[in-house]
């Protein structure tokens, strides 16, 4: 199964491959071991592709005392902050999962609540890692009122091949806990923002999986 995300870059990629094949074939019309090779690199570079898109179901196991991982990756950073976007540099602890080329790209709402605060900022495309992705980097920030009321907020953050973030959610939407909220394309990271105190259940590097692990207990 494919993410709608991915269509046009799937058809396209489909046109182009095959119109360079036929070049091929017509310039090198008895060479078939030309010919073989471009059909070998054509196959693997639509795998890659269609991996990026891929849109695996997932059974979610809600609870609103959870913060499950907003997407399928590794989690590169566990820190105490001052988060001066939304909370006017009250201290949180920041949970970031870098999302590979090679993850599933599918965005899913790590709480279920009330969208409390959302908003697109354009900008540079620093690679993922950077210290100064997560502010100066194109980037949306969401705020989610729990329904024990605890604001989490996350960021999709785009990267140096991430060149696209799309969303699904607006100010004062009901939203429900893994459900999807957005997408990256080709990778990147995800920020996620507890209170100080908060129960963390990961550790640095960890593996995780959008909508079933738990991040954190809220």
């Given at each position: 199964?494919?993410?709608?995300?991915?269509?046009?870059?799937?058809?396209?990629t489909?046109?182009l491959?095959?119109l360079i094949?036929?070049?091929?074939s017509?310039?090198f019309?008895?060479?078939?071991?030309?010919k073989?090779?471009?059909?070998f690199?054509?196959v693997?570079?639509?795998?890659?592709?269609?991996?990026?898109f891929?849109n695996?179901?997932?059974?979610?196991?809600?609870?609103?005392?959870?913060?499950?991982?907003?997407?399928?990756?590794?989690?590169?950073?566990?820190?105490?902050?001052?988060?001066?976007?939304?909370?006017?540099?009250?201290?949180?602890?920041?949970?970031s999962?870098f999302?590979?080329?090679?993850?599933?790209h599918?965005?899913?709402?790590?709480?279920?609540?009330?969208?409390?605060?959302?908003?697109?900022?354009p900008?540079?495309y620093?690679?993922?890692?950077h210290?100064?992705s997560s502010?100066?980097?194109?980037?949306?920030?969401?705020?989610?009122?729990?329904?024990?009321?605890?604001?989490?907020?996350?960021?999709?953050?785009?990267?140096?091949l991430?060149?696209?973030?799309?969303?699904?959610?607006k100010?004062?939407?009901k939203v429900?806990?893994?459900?999807?909220m957005?997408?990256?394309?080709f990778?990147s990271?995800?920020?996620?923002?507890?209170?100080?105190?908060?129960?963390?259940?990961?550790?640095?590097?960890?593996?995780?999986?959008?909508?079933r692990t738990?991040l954190?207990?809220?």
């Open positions: 199964m494919f993410h709608r995300e991915g269509k046009n870059t799937i058809m396209i489909l046109l491959l095959f094949n036929a070049g091929i017509f310039l019309p008895e060479n078939e071991l030309v073989n090779i471009f059909i690199i054509s693997i570079f639509l795998i890659i592709i269609l991996q990026f891929r695996p179901s997932v059974n979610i196991s809600k609870n609103s005392c959870n913060v499950l991982s907003p997407a399928d990756g590794k989690v590169v950073v566990i820190e105490e902050v001052e988060e001066t976007e939304y909370f006017n540099k009250e201290k949180r602890i920041q949970i999962v999302m590979s080329p090679f993850n599933v599918v965005n899913r709402n790590p709480v279920g609540g009330i969208v409390k605060y959302f908003k697109y900022h900008g540079k620093l690679v993922a890692w210290p100064k502010t100066e980097n194109e980037r949306t920030t969401t705020v989610i009122l729990t329904n024990n009321s605890k604001e989490i907020l996350f960021r999709q953050i785009a990267g140096a991430a060149r696209r973030i799309v969303w699904y959610i100010d004062g939407q429900e806990q893994g459900d999807e957005g997408f990256i394309k990778g990271r995800v920020d996620i923002f507890v209170p100080i105190g908060t129960k963390i259940n990961v550790k640095l590097n960890d593996v995780v999986k959008g909508g738990i954190a207990e809220i």
